[in-house]
């Protein structure tokens, strides 16, 4: 199975295709805002690096990314293909991720690019709840994507939270942020010829059936 890295702003529906891949081919999937998390709930050396920048929309210090990265892909799991979601997200990243590759002889696989627009972006992130035990993915104004009942996880019946940077002010400096620093390395993967763009649509299954098309091509 190719790998897959997604490139994409954030609220575009990484995590939600993510979770629609996995089910579908078996891919491991790493979200480097997930481990983050994990790391900022547990108070680990990282996480206390990582929250204050994380609660101000700001990117965590490469070296610290790279690290979590090298030892996650490292793992059985990721043997048969892997999903990176939201990683590489700046230059530094992106070189070190192949030099890693080419030390470790594995292939960079498709780089899907998610085109969605800052309007619509706003609106999924400010309406985003998820799991905090399973990490799940809902939204409360989606009839695809709310739960079956009201704040609730369908499969663990946790509580569900709505994530601190997904408030209107913070996302705005995320996708900013992305913007920035993460937008070039669009013309990096297409000039390697690996990258793919498909769109973000309203309904998640129409944006899944896109992804399953280029990366079975
Ligand atoms: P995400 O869940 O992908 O939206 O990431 C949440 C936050 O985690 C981002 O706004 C950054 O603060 C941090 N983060 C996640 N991945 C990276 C990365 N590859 N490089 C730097 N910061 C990251």
């Given at each position: 199975m190719k790998n897959i890295i997604f490139l994409a702003?954030?609220?575009?529906g990484k995590g939600t295709l993510s979770e629609m891949l996995v089910e579908k081919y078996g891919y491991a999937h790493i979200s480097t805002g997930d481990l983050l998390r994990s790391e900022v709930a547990l108070k680990t050396p990282i996480g206390l690096e990582a929250e204050s920048l994380m609660k101000a929309g700001k990117y965590v210090p490469d070296e610290l990314i790279l690290k979590l990265i090298s030892n996650r892909i490292t793992?059985?799991?990721?043997q048969n293909g892997y999903i990176l979601d939201?990683?590489?997200?700046?230059k530094v990243q992106a070189l070190k991720y192949d030099e890693l590759l080419k030390d470790l002889g594995k292939d960079l696989g498709v780089v899907i690019y998610i085109d969605i627009d800052k309007d619509m972006a706003v609106k999924r992130a400010c309406s985003r709840i998820t799991c905090p035990k399973c990490g799940k993915i809902y939204n409360k104004y989606s009839s695809e994507m709310k739960p079956k009942v009201e704040g609730?996880?369908?499969?663990?019946k946790e509580a569900l939270t709505q994530r601190q940077d997904d408030n209107e002010e913070t996302f705005i400096k995320r996708f900013d942020e992305y913007m920035q620093k993460t937008m070039p390395l669009y013309d990096y993967y297409k000039e390697k010829g690996v990258l793919k763009t498909i769109k973000a649509y309203e309904s998640k299954f129409d944006t899944f059936k896109e992804a399953v098309k280029v990366i079975e091509e």
């Amino acid at each position: 199975m190719k790998n897959i890295i997604f490139l994409a702003p954030p609220a575009a529906g990484k995590g939600t295709l993510s979770e629609m891949l996995v089910e579908k081919y078996g891919y491991a999937h790493i979200s480097t805002g997930d481990l983050l998390r994990s790391e900022v709930a547990l108070k680990t050396p990282i996480g206390l690096e990582a929250e204050s920048l994380m609660k101000a929309g700001k990117y965590v210090p490469d070296e610290l990314i790279l690290k979590l990265i090298s030892n996650r892909i490292t793992n059985s799991d990721c043997q048969n293909g892997y999903i990176l979601d939201g990683f590489p997200r700046t230059k530094v990243q992106a070189l070190k991720y192949d030099e890693l590759l080419k030390d470790l002889g594995k292939d960079l696989g498709v780089v899907i690019y998610i085109d969605i627009d800052k309007d619509m972006a706003v609106k999924r992130a400010c309406s985003r709840i998820t799991c905090p035990k399973c990490g799940k993915i809902y939204n409360k104004y989606s009839s695809e994507m709310k739960p079956k009942v009201e704040g609730v996880c369908d499969d663990c019946k946790e509580a569900l939270t709505q994530r601190q940077d997904d408030n209107e002010e913070t996302f705005i400096k995320r996708f900013d942020e992305y913007m920035q620093k993460t937008m070039p390395l669009y013309d990096y993967y297409k000039e390697k010829g690996v990258l793919k763009t498909i769109k973000a649509y309203e309904s998640k299954f129409d944006t899944f059936k896109e992804a399953v098309k280029v990366i079975e091509e």
